[in-house]
């Protein structure tokens, strides 16, 4: 496995998991289009529920990427990974004046499909330098 592919999948996973937990928990905050109530209790159950999405969604993200063989020349696997999250995010909650926890999940997929848009430019950049340079020592020899 390369050091590229355990620096993503051993860091940056949970760094972006851990990013969204506070931002899941301001969020809880935000009731929504709805009379403001001061004694409204704060929804911990639910922003506990959407913690553990994001906490399940990333497992599946690393499991995607866990592979010893992949690396990051190797850009279909993360394309198939952004196909994946593409369908995901048109499957959130896109209606208005919702409670704010409910937005969460759909920011958390929307960065993660940054990221595995970003690896599939890397590696398609990659496979582009890796075959010219296969090309180049079929010519020399």
């Known amino acids: 496995m390369s050091a590229i592919n355990r620096w993503v999948r051993f860091l940056v996973v949970p760094v972006i998991w851990l990013a969204f937990v506070p931002y899941a928990v301001s969020a809880g905050h935000n009731p929504g289009f709805v009379f403001p109530d001061p004694t409204r209790p704060y929804p911990t159950g639910h922003v506990v ?3 553990v999405l ?10 995607m990427l866990q592979p010893p063989q992949y690396d990051l020349r190797d850009w279909r696997r993360a394309l198939k990974v952004l196909a994946a999250l593409i369908v995901a995010f048109f499957f959130e909650p896109m209606y208005t004046d919702l409670p704010g926890y409910l937005y969460v999940n759909s920011a958390f997929i929307f960065a993660w499909a ?6 599939v430019l890397v590696g398609g950049v990659l496979s582009g330098v890796a075959a010219v340079g296969a090309r180049r020592s079929r010519h020399a020899a």
Do not use: R
């Open 54 to 63: 994001m906490a399940i969604e990333s497992l599946v993200l690393f499991a």
């Open 114 to 119: 940054l990221l595995a848009a970003a690896l």
């Open 49 to 51: 529920a959407v913690c």
